[in-house]
């Protein structure tokens, strides 16, 4: 559960004399102070003790007298914030039940079924408007009826749904999606994550000419399969995004640039100016940061074998060469050769992936595999052929786990190394042991 929102100490403030209790409690709203009802003991005081505040409340299988905070939904009126999470089906279709009807002053709403738990939430939830909400976050529901919800939710400012469908009840198409996110111009957060790994279709017709504008979200992340991925970054923008991560759950395609478009028509496209990409048995990881400021945009996604993996980080880069034509420094982690028998295969998409760099000045080799895999890549390019890669290259950082092989590693960069000389294209190579580094890595 994400936990409940900090809520100043006034308690102790109405408890130092009767003069302060009565400053506090006069002003209008009770200076927006809520009780925190966390157990029976909480509820008992809210209702029987305390003025009529409003209410944070917070269940969890772990705690005690669950059903006590339950019913406290049916003080719907003085219902500010409801944080329920890791529900079995009985106690989340009981406080489903209980939220039926407008909840006039709600604010922040997580409703998180327990694993492997899924409910559909009927139409009428919250009376089928939420106008002073500012956060939700939900998981495991099945909601038809969320993008009308959102609509009246024009204060939202974070937004996450996990294990939302991709098909049948509850399912909302990224066009949907995005119609939603229109009306949302406060938001600042946005997280989606797909409930299941089953596949989704690749929209082939092309984006529509006009975007969704997200004019406050800083802060993005994606997760599920390419085809929606993909569509949904295709049809909105985002200026001002200053974290994002998109994780798909298959291998993409990447047959149109939808989302390297995506991230250059953000704000923070010019300031992109170091890449890590890093090749494991089963995954990639793509990092895009920032040389000036905190800004970063994530790419991961499944794929197995060197070859396909390459490949596909090929593709990217032919599809949008702004994304990576003015990127100053690239650090690459490969953790396994191919088969020699498919060494080939990956010569022509790693020189196509490398190519795509023309200002990179400074190149990072992390781990003795990756440093004889890219000598292996690069001594393909021979006498004058040597600029034709990197051409900006001015330095050449390995990074082994071994000082010991560290001669050894730079004797196989050797022939580069002297036909970038030859060519009047010098490289220095500078050697570190992996203890020894600060940088971070993905």
Known sequence: MVG????????????????????????????????????????????????????????DLAYEHTDHIIDTLEHRDRMAEIHLGSFNRSQLKKSIALMQEPFPILKILELQADEGVTFAIPDTFLGGSAPLLQRTFLRGVRFSNLPKLLSSSRDLVRLSLEDIPMTGEGHISPDAMATCLSILTKLQSLSIAAQTLSPYPTDQRPPPSTYTVLPALVRLRLNG????????????????????????????????????????????????????????????????????????????????????????????????????????????????????????EVITPWLGFLRAFTAVQTLHLRGEVTVSHVARILDELEGERAPEVLPALRAIGLHCSELGKSESLRSSLEPFIVAREESEHPVTVEIRALNSLNTQWL
Not at 10 to 32: E, G, K, M, N, T
Not at 297 to 313: D, E, T
């Open 225 to 344: 399969p390419h085809g929606y991925l993909e569509d949904l970054v295709g049809r909105v923008e985002a200026p001002l995004l200053k974290s994002g991560h998109l994780q798909f759950y298959d291998e993409p395609i990447f047959d149109t640039p939808r989302v390297p478009q995506f991230i250059h028509r953000t704000k923070m496209f010019p300031s992109l100016g170091k890449v890590q990409v890093h090749f494991s048995h089963e995954y990639i990881l793509a990092s895009f940061r920032s040389s000036i400021a905190p800004a970063h945009f994530y790419l991961s996604f499944r794929c197995s074998g060197l070859p396909a993996q390459v490949a596909i980080i090929q593709r990217i880069c032919a599809q949008w060469p702004p994304l990576f034509s003015h990127v100053e420094w690239l650090k690459l982690q490969v953790e396994v050769f191919p088969e020699e028998k498919r060494w080939r």
């Open 4 to 59: 409940v929102e900090h809520i100043w100490p006034w308690y102790d403030l109405v408890h130092v004399c009767q003069r302060w209790r009565h400053i506090v409690f006069a002003f209008p709203s009770y200076l927006d102070l809520r009780l925190k009802c966390n157990s029976k003991t909480d509820v008992e005081a809210a209702l029987d003790i305390w003025p009529r505040l409003p209410l944070s409340i917070a269940g």
